[in-house]
């Protein structure tokens, strides 16, 4: 694909996030980030913890994905569902009720 930028990190860094979070337009991941496992496990328990019935979820960045605005050709840009903005993701089969 043209104007894709495919970038591996120097660093492969962690992140910790609640299970069932819900990611809308202009919501971010989570900032902080973790160098080692350990670390990302440790910020785990204690949000865990905090939040007793919640899970958390590490996770690991392991590529990094970009597209130059500029190569965008505007006539194959899907249009947005229910207003500006707003577009319709689709939801897994486990990504409501499931806390496990």
Known sequence: MTGVRLTVPSSFTFMVARKGRTVRPGVTLPRARYQTL???????????????GQVMIV???????KLDPATIDPAVVPQ?????????????????GDQS
Request: hydrophobic residues 40%; charged residues 25%.
């Open 80 to 96: 947005a569902v229910g207003g500006a903005g707003r577009l319709s993701s689709p939801r897994s089969p486990g990504s409501e």
């Open 38 to 52: 350990d670390e990302a496990a440790t910020e785990a328990e204690v949000q865990a913890a905090a939040s007793p």
């Open 59 to 65: 996770f690991q960045e392991v590529l990094r994905v």
